[in-house]
Structures are given as C-alpha cells and as structure tokens.
C-alpha cells in the first residue's frame, strides 16, 4: 500500500508539473512545431550630438528566403530570381532542389528589390526586415561612435558602450505551417512588433566637432605624423565637446578584412593609451608647489643648464640654461631646473600624495571602453633623481584624458571632475539616464587655482605657447615635448608634441588637449601643437557667439 501510494503521488507530482508549472514552455515547443518564425530586428536607437545632428542612423534593408518545399515550378522559380537578384540560375536551380528546408537568397536587400520579388508572385518565397547602421557623415567621430556588426550589436565606441540602451527589442511574424515547413491554407500569422531602441544624445557638438577634426587632418598632413588627436572639454563640468583621432576611416566602409589593424584603427588612443608627457606635466608639478606654499616672488631658482642629483647630471632643454629666476619664471620659460627643485623640495611622500589626488595613477571613468591609468614607479623604489624627472615630466605616464582631466581641475578652481561623453539618453517613454556631469572633490584652494592660471596665461603671452594666442580672448596653457621610448631605449628622432589650452583665462570654461605624434621636421610643441589650439578655440568662439 504504501508504494501504491507513493506512486500514485509521484505521477499526481508529474502530472501537476507538465500541466501546471512547465506548461508555458511545453506551449512554447508545441508553438515552435506548428509555426515557422520570422525575425523582425528591432530598429536601432539614433546617436545625436548635443543639438540634435544625427551622427548614427538606421534604415530598413530585407532578407529573402526561399522554402523549396512550398515552390512547386522551381524552373521558373530559379529564372525570375535569378534574374532580380542577379544569381546564378544553374547554382540557385540546384539549392531549390535540395532538401534545405529554407535558403537565404539575399540579406541587405534594398524595399525596391524586395518589392519586385514580391510582386513577381513566386510562391514560397519570405521576407524579414533587417536594420543596418548609417553614419551620415561618414568618417567622422570614428573613434567615438564606434560600429556595430552585421547583427547591429555594438562592436566599438559609444555603440558598444551603450548598446543596452540603443539595440531595443526584436519582433517576429509566426505562420502556421506542417511538419516539413509547409505553410497551412487555413494557418494563421501573427505579427509582434518589436521595440525601439532608445537614442542617445552625446554632449559633443557637431559643429566644434568639424573644427576639431579639420584641426587634426591638417596637423597630420602639414607634420607627415603617425598619429593626431585632440579633445576640448568644457573645464567645470567633464562634458566633452569633440573629441578627434587620425588616422581613421569610414563607419560605412568598415575595414574587416584584418581584424588587428581594424580594432587598432578603433581604438580611442586618447582614452586607452599612456604616454609620457613631458612638460605638460609641469602644470600638476606647480599645482601642488603652490599649494604646499613653497612659491613666493620672493624665492628664486638658478638654471645653469643642467642639476646633479644622486650623482647623476639632468639638462635643462636650454642647453646655456635660463640663469637666476622667480618660480613664475621658470613656468613661463619651462625650466626643467625650477621644477626638479620644486619636486625635490616637496618630497616623494607628498609628491605621490597630490598625483594620487588628481587622479593620475587610476582612471577618469569616462563612459567609453578600454579606459587606461596612468603609470609611476612605486613610492617604495623612487629615488630623488627619478622624483626629480617626475617633476618636468619625465619617469611618469599618464592617459591623454587622464592629464586632461587633472589640468582641468588645476585651473577650474581645485575640482575634480569625471569626463563624460553622453548628456542623456531617452525613448518614447521619456528621460532613461541623464549625466550627472559637475564638479566633484576639490583638491586645491581657489587662491592656488588663480594663481596657476595667472602663470599660465604668461606662457602663451610672453613664453612657449605664443602660437596658441587669440585675438580678442585671453588663453593660458603649456606645451610639451617628449621623448618616445621603443624597447626600453629612448627613440631617437622621435617625438610627442603636445599643448594644453585653456580659455577664458580669467574665467576658463573650455579646456584642450593636442597631441601630434612623431612630426617630421620640427618638434617642440610651441611650434607643432600650439597653433592648432590657437585655430581651434579662434573658430570655436567665433561660432559660439
């Protein structure tokens, strides 16, 4: 009895849990028998810059497939196809005999061939809508939109990083068919509609975009360079306003054919990529000085040319040296000398204190993949003639958006603040995500802050940065020449011009990075990125106002 029963309770179970907890997905399989699907692909959401100007798009191109079950005169079948769809008649003849029970004819196909197929009344023939990705300005912004793959899925760039938000919901059409595929006469379709994908607005501007970009081509072509990129953020809040990379190429024309180069080619360098900086660096040197209360006019340093430290001799970039001067001085001249002193005096404790706070050593989180941090020798190893490279930069590599970010908070008053690409991202229901982009800790008081600025300002006005003058507007900012290193080894010959611009000087709001990567001929980045910033914030005004 008591196995009877237990039996008897354990086909009840059985029965309860086929009819009662797994009958959604037992309907679902017997769904999946009697009805054959086809997908609809969701429409993608559109990236738009800050005002509007759509950057990515979707458009509506079909898939044809054919069921050779349902075709009963394959003959003609094969020659009205092939004819439209430009196939091979012997080729396409051959599949409609197989026992495949469905053929893709053609993907990608635009309404005016579908169409044509459609009203040529083959039967057995079906349709599904695909969505493919446009970029109507095509080799623009590269970098940062990224591109998505033959299913629409982002692959690289705000595509990939926001796909959640952009892919939206797939639909599909059922109909009614027998065992082998066969539609039913008397079978029903059912159409569920998918969802779109949410748009995403960026806080780039198309038009200070373009500036950018016409920036970086003709500093790539003017310096014959490996690589040009640049990024102008506003200083107060880390929404980005461009951002451009060289060299490129089109979104519409994705190079597939070598999946290294292309993933190369895609990578946001100015995110992703360390590099020393050189004296840009000296912006976050002086930064701290002057916060540690170790700058008066009073004080003065002495370049000869070049200091001895642990017994090893560092030159100035002024091989006759810049003789007695102010620490102001020494910023406006870019004396190596002023600012090994000033690193030295600070110590390495402290030193490595202010780098950690500007957030040099870890990364902005910026929302775009692939972010890198910056590098430095361990507090525990660092001796005082690699704190003294340190200082004009030098035994340090920092991100591009890194040393950005840092200098914004240098000259914005003290604040540290998160690079942000994306202003909002809404659908048909309304606001999904807004950035929260402000300022964050402060880090250095005003009175510091206002101090740098002012130095700053003299080196576009008497020192280095003069090329970076604009007529009308004050601009402060600091160049920078570094040596790159190949295999542990400094390459000869081979450099990174850099410039950091910031503007209004009184009041900054915008603030910019120009790299120029192994110019051929001249180097220093007074020369070769200087005036692009100049350009560019000439440009920017003129179309702000």
């Not at 299913?151 to 990083?161: A, F, H, L, M, R």
């Not at 890198?372 to 030098?394: C, E, H, M, T, Y």
């Not at 309304?430 to 929260?436: H, K, Q």
Request: charged fraction near 20%; proline fraction near 3%.
């Amino acid at each position: 009895m008591l196995l009877i029963a237990f039996l008897f309770t354990a086909v009840v179970a059985k029965l309860v849990y086929v009819g009662i907890v797994n009958a959604d997905n037992l309907r679902v399989k017997a769904l999946e028998q009697w009805y054959r699907d086809v997908p609809l692909k969701a429409e993608r959401g559109e990236i738009l810059d800050r005002n509007g100007t759509v950057l990515a798009a979707s458009e509506t191109r079909y898939t044809l497939y054919a069921r050779p079950v349902s075709i009963k005169n394959k003959q003609q079948a094969a020659s009205i196809l092939s004819e439209i769809l430009e196939l091979d008649y012997e080729k396409l003849y051959e599949k409609l005999n197989s026992r495949s029970s469905e053929i893709t004819l053609k993907r990608g196909a635009d309404k005016e061939t579908m169409l044509r197929i459609v009203d040529s009344g083959t039967e057995g023939i079906y349709v599904s809508e695909d969505i493919v990705r446009v970029y109507p300005y095509g080799d623009f912004m590269t970098q940062v939109l990224g591109f998505t793959n033959t299913d629409t899925d982002g692959q690289t760039g705000i595509e990939s990083y926001y796909n959640a938000y952009l892919k939206g919901n797939d639909g599909y059409v059922l109909t009614g068919a027998d065992l082998v595929g066969r539609e039913l006469e008397d079978g029903e379709t059912y159409y569920v509609e998918g969802t779109r994908g949410a748009d995403v607005y960026l806080s780039l501007d198309y038009h200070i975009q373009s500036i950018v970009e016409n920036a970086v081509e003709r500093a790539m072509l003017t310096h014959s360079a490996k690589a040009v990129a640049a990024i102008v953020m506003n200083c107060n809040t880390g929404e980005i306003l461009a951002l451009a990379e060289s060299p490129s190429f089109d979104l519409n024309n994705v190079p597939r054919d070598d999946v290294q180069a292309l993933l190369e080619a895609a990578r946001p360098k100015i995110v992703s990529d360390v590099f020393e900086p050189g004296s840009t660096f000296k912006i976050i040197t002086s930064a701290l000085a002057i916060e540690a209360g170790l700058v008066n006019d009073k004080k003065s340093y002495y370049c000869s040319g070049s200091m001895s430290v642990d017994g090893q001799k560092i030159r100035c970039w002024r091989a006759i040296g810049h003789g007695s001067q102010t620490f102001a001085e020494g910023v406006k001249n870019s004396c190596n000398c002023v600012f090994m002193s000033a690193a030295l005096e600070l110590g390495a404790e402290r030193f490595y204190e202010g780098i950690s706070a500007f957030g040099l050593t870890k990364k902005t989180g910026i929302d775009m993949s692939g972010e890198g941090s910056g590098l430095i020798i361990p507090l525990a190893s660092v001796k005082n003639v690699d704190l003294a490279r340190i200082g004009f930069g030098q035994a340090v590599a920092v991100t591009p958006i890194g040393l950005l970010a840092a200098s914004a908070a240098a000259i914005n008053g003290g604040y540290k603040i998160t690079p942000s690409l994306v202003a909002k991202i809404e659908n048909e229901s309304g606001i999904l995500f807004s950035a929260g982009a402000g300022k964050g800790e402060r880090i250095l008081s005003e009175s510091t802050s206002a101090t740098l600025r002012a130095m700053l300002e003299t080196v576009v006005l008497e020192g280095s940065g003069k090329n970076a003058a604009v007529e009308g507007i004050r601009v402060g900012g600091k160049t920078g020449t570094a040596q790159k290193y190949e295999n542990g080894q400094i390459a000869r010959g081979k450099y990174i011009s850099t410039f950091i611009g910031f503007a209004p000087a009184e009041d900054p709001e915008y603030i910019t990075l120009f790299m120029v990567d192994e110019p051929v001929g001249a180097y220093y980045g007074g020369v070769v990125a200087a005036p692009y910033v100049g350009e560019i914030y000439t440009n920017m005004f003129a179309y702000l106002q």
